[in-house]
């Protein structure tokens, strides 16, 4: 991950607190990808809340995009970063 941008659009979401993968990890993936101009990156951050919380607060939307995409609706294009606050 990170070595070149995925030319297929991605979801992600992470906790800030998360206690087992670091969120400076994830932002720094998502800013190396979102450097490129053809990137499409949707990225959630979850605000007050850990690991498992997030994982469970997070798939509800991520399987709604990923249907999203099935449907034959394409994502958009650019990088988009949210901040929820849970």
Not at 34 to 58: F, I, K, P
Not at 64 to 69: A, P, V
Request: include cysteine; aromatic fraction near 8%; charge should be neutral.
């Amino acid at each position: 991950m990170g070595k070149s941008v995925p030319d297929f659009p991605m979801y992600v979401w992470n906790s800030a607190d998360d206690e087992i993968i670091p969120v400076s990890q994830v932002d720094t993936l998502v800013r190396t990808y979102c450097r490129d101009a053809n990137a499409s990156v949707t990225y959630t951050r979850y605000h007050h809340s850990e690991h498992v919380m997030t994982e469970l607060a997070g798939a509800s939307p991520a399987v709604r995009w990923l249907k999203t995409r099935l449907d034959g609706k394409p994502a958009a294009a650019g990088c988009v970063t949210r901040n929820e606050q849970r």
